[in-house]
C-alpha cells in the first residue's frame, strides 16, 4: 500500500490550496499532502511526496494474479464435478448391490418353487399309493403308527403351501419392489443432481462477480496511482516555482490534480470493499455448499431408500416366520403321535377287530375209556415218587424262566 493510500484511509482527504504566501513562507523541501498523519507505515514523522525510499514488499502483476484467478476457478470447477460423480459412483454401487440382493431372492424363488413341487410330487404319490392299496391296507386304521405315518403325509401338504408362498414373494414381490426401489433411486438422483448443477451454477455466479470486482479493483488501484503521481509531479514542480505569478497560476492545476485524486482514491476504496466482500461471499458459499448442501443432497439421494429395503426383507421375513410356526406346529404334533405310540392298545385294538380268529378255544373234555370214569389226576402210590420228581423239575424250569423274564425286563427299562 502507498503511502498517499494510508494516509487516506486513516484521515479525511484534504484539498490543498496554494497561495504564493504560502510558498514564500515554506521551504520546498516540506511540502506534504497531510499535515496531521504520517504517510508511511511505521514512521510519525510527515513523509515528503519525493522520497526516495522503496518500499520493500514486493506485489504480483495485474496478470498473474487474473491467470492464478482463472486457475483456482478451474480447479473448483473440477472439484464439483467430481462431488457429482463421486455421488453418481456412489449410487450405481448401491443399486449394484441392491441387484445382486434381487438376484439372490430371483434364484431363491426358483429354489422355493422347485422344492415346493417336489414336495407337492412327493404328497399326490404318497396318496396315489395309498388309494391303490386301500384294501390291503385296511388294517393300519388298528396300529397308532398310522396316526404318526398320516401327520407326516399332511405335514408335506402344508409344507407345500409355506414354500409356494415363498416362492411368489421371492420371486414376484421383492423383484418388482426392487425394480420400484431402483427407479426411485434413480429419479432421486437425477432431481438430486440438478439440485447440485443449480447450486454449482451460483457458485459460478459469484466467481465470475468475484472476477469482475477483482478487475474493477486493480483498475481503480491504477488510476488511483497515476492520479497520485501525477499529484506528486505537480506539486515538485510548483516547489521549484519562485515567480509568485507562476506560482497563482498553476493553482488551478493543483486543484483540479488534487480533485482527480480525490475522486480516484474513493473509487477505489470503494472497489476494494466490493471486491473483499465478495471474495467474502464466494467463501462462504463455497463452506455452505462444502457444509450443508452437499449433505444435505446425499441425505435426499438415500431418502427412503434403506427403509424402502427393510420393508422388503421384513416381508420375506415374514414368510419365514410362517414357515418357523408350521415347523413348530409340526414337531409339536409329531410329538403326539409319538407320544400316541402305544404297542398295549395297538393290541388290544387288533384282537377286538379279529374277535372271532383270536377267540379262545372250547375246552377238550376227558373222552374216558369204556370202564374208567376217574376224571381227575391222582397220585397211586405205584406212581406217587415220579409224579413228585416231575412236580420239582417243573418248579425248578418256573423259577429259571422268572429269573430270566425278570432280566429280560430290566433290560428293555434301561433301554
Same mark, same amino acid.
Given at each position: ?28 523541501? +516540506? =511540502? %506534504? ?6 504517510? &508511511?507505515?511505521? &514512521? ?6 519525493? #522520497? ?6 514486493? !506485489? ?15 480447479? $473448483? ?17 448401491? =443399486? +449394484? ?17 422347485? !422344492? ?5 410330487? @412327493? ?88 472476477? %469482475? ?77 462444502? %457444509? ?6 446425499? #441425505? ?15 416381508? !420375506? ?32 385294538? !387288533?384282537?377286538?377287530?379279529? %374277535?372271532?380268529?383270536?377267540? $379262545? ?20 402210590? @405205584? ?14 424250569? @418256573? ?6 423274564? #425278570? ?9
Amino acid at each position: 500500500m502507498s503511502t498517499i493510500e494510508t494516509n487516506l484511509k486513516n484521515q479525511p482527504i484534504v484539498s490543498i490550496s496554494v497561495s504564493p504566501q504560502a510558498i514564500k513562507s515554506l521551504p520546498p523541501p +516540506s =511540502l %506534504s499532502i497531510s499535515t496531521t498523519s504520517s504517510l &508511511t507505515p511505521n &514512521t510519525s514523522s510527515a513523509t515528503i511526496f519525493y #522520497d526516495d525510499k522503496q518500499i520493500e514488499k514486493t !506485489y504480483k502483476k495485474g496478470k498473474q494474479i487474473l491467470f492464478e484467478f482463472d486457475q483456482i476457478v478451474k480447479d $473448483i470447477h473440477f472439484q464439483l464435478n467430481e462431488q457429482l460423480k463421486c455421488l453418481e459412483q456412489r449410487i450405481e454401487t448401491q =443399486l +449394484s448391490i441392491l441387484s445382486e440382493i434381487q438376484e439372490y431372492f430371483r434364484r431363491r424363488a426358483d429354489v422355493e418353487f422347485d !422344492y415346493a413341487k417336489n414336495l407337492d410330487n @412327493l404328497h399326490k404319490q404318497i396318496n396315489q399309493k395309498h388309494r391303490a392299496q386301500k384294501a390291503r391296507r385296511e388294517t393300519w386304521f388298528f396300529q397308532s403308527i398310522y396316526n404318526l405315518w398320516e401327520t407326516m403325509v399332511q405335514d408335506t401338504r402344508s409344507h407345500v403351501k409355506y414354500h409356494t408362498i415363498m416362492s411368489d414373494i421371492c420371486g414376484k414381490y421383492m423383484h418388482d419392489k426392487f425394480n420400484e426401489i431402483a427407479d426411485d433411486t434413480r429419479r432421486m438422483f437425477m432431481k438430486c443432481k440438478s439440485v447440485g448443477l443449480a447450486s454449482h451454477e451460483d457458485i459460478y455466479k459469484v466467481l465470475n462477480e468475484l472476477k %469482475s470486482t477483482m478487475k474493477t479493483y486493480h483498475q481503480y488501484q491504477s488510476e488511483s496511482k497515476q492520479a497520485e503521481q501525477k499529484l506528486r509531479n505537480i506539486l515538485q514542480q510548483i516547489a521549484k516555482i519562485k515567480n509568485a505569478k507562476k506560482q497563482k497560476a498553476m493553482e488551478k492545476r493543483v486543484e483540479k490534480r488534487q480533485m482527480k485524486y480525490t475522486e480516484t482514491k474513493v473509487k477505489a476504496f470503494k472497489a476494494r470493499n466490493d471486491y473483499i466482500m465478495t471474495i467474502e461471499s464466494v467463501n462462504a458459499a463455497l463452506q455452505k455448499y462444502c %457444509s450443508d448442501d452437499v449433505p444435505d443432497l446425499i #441425505d435426499c439421494m438415500n431418502f427412503g431408500f434403506h427403509t424402502s429395503i427393510a420393508k422388503c426383507i421384513q416381508m !420375506y421375513l415374514s414368510a419365514q416366520d410362517n414357515i418357523k410356526r408350521g415347523r413348530q406346529m409340526t414337531i409339536e404334533t409329531l410329538n403326539r403321535a409319538i407320544g400316541d405310540l402305544d404297542t398295549v392298545i395297538d393290541k388290544q385294538k !387288533y384282537l377286538e377287530s379279529y %374277535s372271532s380268529i383270536f377267540t $379262545i378255544p372250547k375246552k377238550i373234555k376227558f373222552e374216558p375209556h369204556k370202564g374208567d370214569e376217574v376224571a381227575t389226576v391222582n397220585a397211586q402210590v @405205584l406212581i406217587r415218587d415220579d409224579m413228585q420228581s416231575r412236580f420239582k423239575q417243573m418248579q425248578n424250569r @418256573l423259577a429259571s424262566l422268572k429269573t430270566e423274564h #425278570d432280566e429280560i425286563i430290566d433290560i428293555n427299562m434301561y433301554i
